[in-house]
């Protein structure tokens, strides 16, 4: 009658191949049409992208986070919800997809990844942002990438639907520009 959700850690296995470098493969139980339990399996990367089992975890947390969408787990990392975002919500066009990711892999990743989203506090974040060695236009747009993450974590139930935390992050200067506007008849704007 009442069937019990269970949440799948799932398993790594590490398959060798003929050609190449050997692979991570992530492994967990699905049900297919009629309701019968089968083997799934998804690539996570090659052992020269994550030469431990422990960065294979990390990178198969996200795809964990998507079959258990009914039952998310207490403990998800900022890194997983990325990586939930990257698979799931990217935009279509490819520019705007491409920036987005950039910002992710190569700031939001490396310093929250290991976090858990309800630990990621704003003054903490406003703090880091601000250090980043980055024009303020570009930090502006970190912090709104982070705005953007933490809505998907609200729209998942991954926490609470409160105010967003990064809605009480400032970026000092970020709406204004560094450099003055050129024109194509090489003259700029007074």
């Not at 030469?51 to 294979?56: E, G, H, I, N, V």
């Not at 990586?83 to 705007?96: A, G, N, V």
């Not at 992710?104 to 976090?115: A, S």
Request: net charge positive; glycine share 6%; no cysteine.
């Amino acid at each position: 009658m009442f069937r019990r959700i269970r949440y799948q850690f799932g398993w790594l296995e590490l398959r060798k191949r003929k050609k190449g470098p050997a692979v991570w493969l992530w492994r967990y139980r699905g049900s297919d049409s009629e309701n019968r339990r089968e083997k799934e399996s998804v690539l996570i990367g090659s052992v020269n992208q994550y030469p431990t089992k422990r960065l294979a975890w990390r990178a198969a947390e996200g795809l964990r986070l998507t079959v258990n969408r009914d039952n998310p787990g207490l403990d998800v990392t900022f890194g997983g919800l990325a990586d939930k975002y990257m698979l799931k919500k990217l935009p279509r066009r490819y520019s705007t997809a491409s920036r987005y990711r950039s910002w992710i892999i190569h700031h939001v990743k490396p310093r929250w990844g290991d976090y858990p989203i309800a630990k990621v506090k704003p003054l903490p974040v406003e703090e880091w942002i601000e250090q980043l060695d980055l024009a303020p236009k570009s930090r502006g747009h970190v912090r709104t990438m982070m705005h953007i993450l933490f809505r998907w974590a609200m729209k998942w139930e991954l926490i609470e639907v409160q105010i967003n935390p990064m809605s009480l992050v400032h970026v000092e200067g970020s709406s204004k520009r560094m450099r003055e506007t050129r024109y194509a008849d090489g003259g700029t704007v007074p």
